[in-house]
């Protein structure tokens, strides 16, 4: 099992940047697709980007594709999401999640991080 702690989330304007980061602790993290997710209110959790062990399979939602980038540092066990010209409709909770399939739906997640929120103001 890992264990999963999201960071760097935060109130932004339009167009500006975050970098959000996810530390993994436990056993086993190389075996683990790791993913971000997001959750605003009134809406289901859904897959933003995901990246596998050793970067063959990335993906992006297409609604971030050219804006937001995946990356992970096996030797450190992160996974960071770089965010850029954000916009209003990208305001949600963000979640860091580790699943054994690529893509990881919400569904097949096994481990989650607690959050962190993400508010782009217009």
């Known amino acids: 099992q890992v264990q999963l702690v999201e960071s760097g989330g935060g109130l932004v304007q339009a167009g500006g940047s975050l970098r959000l980061s996810c530390a993994a602790s436990?056993?086993?993290?190389?075996?683990?697709?790791m993913g971000w997710f997001r959750q605003a209110p009134g809406k289901e959790r859904e897959l933003v980007a995901a990246h596998n062990w050793s970067g063959t399979n990335i993906y992006y939602k297409d609604s971030v594709k050219g804006r937001f980038t995946i990356s992970r540092d096996n030797a450190k066990n992160l996974v960071h999401l770089q965010m850029n010209n954000l916009k209003p409709e990208d305001t949600a909770v963000y979640y860091c999640g580790a699943a054994r399939q690529y893509p990881p739906p919400p569904g097949g997640v096994d481990s989650w991080g607690k959050g962190t929120l993400v508010t782009v103001s217009s």
């Open positions: 436990g056993r086993a993290f190389s075996s683990y697709v």
